[in-house]
């Protein structure tokens, strides 16, 4: 037998162990393989009756909206902030549906001017480098989300940080979600403004569709379906797509190889009390890449509520305290500057915003909270999660020094390694030369001269 | 061609092919000598290449970096068959034009700067000359690949003044020498295989050593013969018992096998309409076309394991528990698959459904609607492919409404559906006949996917077969494994297949000796090839009968062109 196909048997808890890795680095490349190189004797074509595997098809907030959340207009982009200072019959030509692009392009230029003042570092890097207005924050009382803290916070606890709870549409009280409230009044990130609506979620999805991001679930040691006192759970990256049919829907059955990388192995505890899996707190750390970004989901506290259906899909909501930091660059980090033009925030007023809505891990030292609240939806259509064998995991982080110009010890893993950040996405990419050729168009006006620097 | 009393004599013109032999009145004898069996002994055959042997052969002749893209003719299938088909098709005129096609753009490869060195014997000394000597050895080597016989010095002759005669148009030795490839390659020597016949000294004929090699290699390979088997044909080895045995032997135990075993898969099973297999994307969203190509190859897959590698016995098919999943067939099969690439042998439990030949999602899909599934058409198909019984076409102005509207509350079920089909007389027999084994498959629905219920209601299996009562799939498959016609069946299909034609008259004496030797084998396939490679009769030819003595109009045309 080929070498590179090498069978391995591994005492996983999924019983399933990943035949020959191409290597460590995770490739999908392509191997043909004759009869010959195929591994003997056969194995046996079952599923594990006590495990359920998920793959997500839609991991986003859970976004209420509702005509009362932003009563002051949605928050300001890059765009707006390039023309308050205009007139406002300016501003008002500039507005006007025909003149977009041109409304766009000065958000274009405020934010190649920036990254120029600033010698090509990208304004999120530095978000305290510039006072833009202040973010324009949820102004509603109504939220999805769930109670995580067990307070009915009004503003006066100081473990939350003075921050104000929700209450969620059935009337519950108590409801921790304050990142709703960061970007509950970005266009972007809801999905009835007239123009951008629903972009930031379709980005999200859209990872997930075209295969860039894949997370999967493992919930283990299922004697009851129904009822289960206490059951195993894993979340899991991987490098493979999860499948689509041309509907968007996701396809059940799939076999899923999950990452090698034990830092996107989140493990936890839990129970199924009449079909709905509830899990106990646990850290949640996963990878997401939309848009090529090294993102991660960093969620401290994590609860699951799933519905586990009949026909193996599930559906349910995700809560937990987001860590600041990542939640940062998770959602708003922009290496590039043009997400700061097209979806209503920039990066310093949000940066502010989180600062000053964070409500979770309060740090008795600082004073200051270091987490914020969040709430996600799910949906996972069945799967099987292909576990590497055990030799073959490896701890690891992704070196993200430059891209977001934090020194790697800061989001370093005890015991892990780094790796450099590839690029995956092709979107990414085009991004970063429009930004370049804005900028060497830029370098090449008359500084002196308004109507073209 | 020295000694040669009857020579077949392809034409091509304006699209019409004929084959005139000369006719020899008498001649009956065989290779080995002797009427060692009985019956009649069939005429010799011209057989079109199908798509595989062309893509086979040029590989075998050039290389498996030569590409061939285009459209080739559509099978006939015969009494079940291709391999009959192809002994009766000709080439359409604008199949033709695809074939003529075809050979100019492998002639381009072949001859292109970068490969001249790879696949030419020899060079010009200038590219602008005429180069006699290495023009006859390019001739003489791909003349003999190609037209599967040895070419006579007129032979070369007469393509080498052609290609000399065409540098005045083409401009160099290099594109002459395409002229050449590609005239060979659109020739009907070279898109048939024709029987070539020689005398065998004692007043009969046999088939010539290259022909015997053509037809070994096409039956066992599926391609043309390889430079062993043809030095063997140019020694005459494989006119001696002992020659044609080695050659046998080292072709039966040789890896090339599998494209000679895939090619009767295919024409036996019919596989050929996987390339035109289409599911309703909305109602099977997983089905799509790696599924289609992962099923198709999975047959392939899954008859070679147990037939060709374990040499298992052939009734083993249906109840085997071994196969080959890929990722995209395990969202069919709803089973986990290891690899994130390629095949994984797994083995289905002994309570599993799934295991045999008409479980595969192959079997399923292939014979099911687009959008559902059909126990008629995998009825019919266990009927006539895998038992060799006759299934009557159904009668004109047959009202289908019933069996077409699965939505229909009243009848939720195939089974009910065809129940109420039958209340049709004109329907009745027939799917009496057919029916009940395709209702007990229909745990599998029209992707080949596996369900327990349709529209809510229990799906029943169960049913009767040639008067055996069983009650699901499983039983079936033991009842199949232990019919008769099952493996009478593929010994038929196999030497009809290996012949190219239906059953003559020494075919049926050779059928019960074959059976019987597959019954002693205890039913090894692998075996069943090689006896029928190594039986005299595989090779037996006679001269055909011709009526009104010599055809007239072939007779008027030159030799020169007939030979062209």
Known sequence: MNGMFRTLICGSVSALCLIGAADAQETRQAESRTLADIAEPARLAVSDPTTIGLAFTYFWYDVHEAPADCPDGWAMALRDVAIMHLPEERQEFLLRPENRSTYYRMGYALSAQRMAEQGGESICNIPKSYDDPPMRVVQSDTAYGRDLDGLISDGSDAQTCGTVDFTSPDGTPGVDNELYRVMGCIDSFRRDPEFAGGAMEDYHIGSYRDGETTTVMEIRGVDDRLNDDEVEIGIYASFEPTMFDSEKNGLPHASITITDNRIWHSLGTGRIVDGELITNPFRLRTRLGWSGRPAEYLIYDTIIHLTLNEDGSAEGDLVGYFDLEHAYWNNFHDAAGALQVANGYTCPAVWTALQEHADGRYNEASGRCTAISTAMRIEAVPAFVIHPPEDQLVDYVIDTTEYYGVPVEQIMVEGAGTRAREVRSLGQSDEEDMMEALMEELDSSDASDPETY | ?564
């Not at chain 2, 019960?512 to 205890?522: A, H, T």
């Open chain 2, 1 to 564: 061609m020295a000694g040669i009393k009857s020579i077949a004599l392809p034409i091509v013109g304006l699209g019409v092919i004929a084959a005139a032999v000369l006719a020899i009145p008498d001649a009956r004898s065989l290779i080995f000598g002797g009427n060692s069996f009985e019956g009649e002994i069939p005429p010799p055959q011209m057989r079109r290449l199908t798509e595989a042997q062309y893509r086979n052969t040029i590989a075998e002749v050039f290389s498996d970096e030569i590409t061939v893209v285009g459209r080739f003719e559509p099978e006939i299938r015969i009494d079940g068959l291709g391999a009959i088909g192809a002994s009766q098709a000709s080439i359409s005129a604008s199949g033709y034009e695809q074939y003529y096609g075809i050979a100019g753009s492998i002639a381009d490869q072949v001859i292109s700067a970068d490969n001249w060195a790879d696949y030419m014997p020899c060079s010009p000394s200038e590219s602008a000359e005429f180069d006699r000597e290495c023009a006859s050895q390019i001739i003489e080597q791909y003349g003999e690949a190609l037209f599967r016989r040895d070419l006579s010095s007129e032979d070369v002759e007469v393509w080498a003044d052609a290609m000399h005669a065409s540098m005045a148009q083409v401009g160099s030795f290099e594109n002459a020498a395409g002229l050449v490839i590609e005239g060979m390659l659109s020739s009907p020597q070279f898109l048939f295989i024709i029987d070539r016949l020689e005398d065998d000294g004692r007043g009969d004929v046999r088939l010539t050593n290259h022909s015997m090699a053509a037809r070994l290699s096409y039956f066992l390979w599926n391609s043309a013969p390889d430079e062993e088997l043809l030095r063997a044909a140019r020694a005459g080895e494989l006119h001696s018992r002992e020659g044609l045995e080695a050659q046998v032997e080292r072709m039966i135990a040789s890896e090339n096998l599998r494209q000679g075993s895939r090619a009767f898969y295919d024409d036996f099973l019919d596989l050929s309409r996987f390339s035109s297999l289409e599911k309703d994307r909305l109602i099977y969203p997983a089905f799509n076309q790696a599924v289609a190509d992962d099923a198709h190859e999975q047959l392939m897959m899954f008859l070679d394991h147990h037939l060709i590698d374990n040499e298992a016995p052939y009734p083993s098919i249906f109840t085997a528990k071994e196969t080959f999943l890929t990722r995209s067939l395990g969202m069919i099969y709803a089973v986990p698959v290891v690899p994130s690439e390629g095949w994984e042998l797994v083995r289905f439990p002994e309570d599993d459904i799934r295991g045999g030949l008409l479980s595969h999602a192959g079997f399923t899909a292939l014979h099911s609607h687009p959008g559902r599934s059909s126990a008629t058409l995998r009825g019919i198909a266990v009927r006539q492919s895998l038992l060799c019984q006759t299934v009557a076409p159904a009668p004109a102005a047959v009202n289908f409404t019933v069996v077409q509207d699965v939505d229909n509350p009243e009848f939720r079920t195939a089974r009910a559906r065809l129940t109420q089909h039958r209340t049709d007389a004109a329907c009745a027999s027939c799917h009496r006949f057919i029916d009940p084994i395709g209702l007990s498959l229909e745990n599998f629905d029209g992707a080949g996917m596996y369900r327990i219920r349709e529209h809510g209601e229990m799906i029943d299996t169960s049913g009767e077969v040639d008067g055996i009562a069983y009650d699901d799939l499983p039983a079936l498959e033991n009842i199949l494994a232990n019919h008769e016609a099952a493996t009478s069946c593929v010994v038929e299909r196999l030497q009809h297949y290996a012949t190219g034609r239906s059953n003559t008259e020494i075919d049926s004496y050779w059928n019960v000796e074959l059976m019987r030797g597959f019954e002693r084998s205890d039913y090894n396939f692998r075996e069943l090839m090689a006896t029928i490679a190594r039986s005299e009769q595989f090779y037996a030819v006679s001269l055909p009968e011709a009526e009104g003595g010599e055809d007239l109009q072939q007779a008027n045309i030159p030799t020169q062109e007939r030979n062209s």
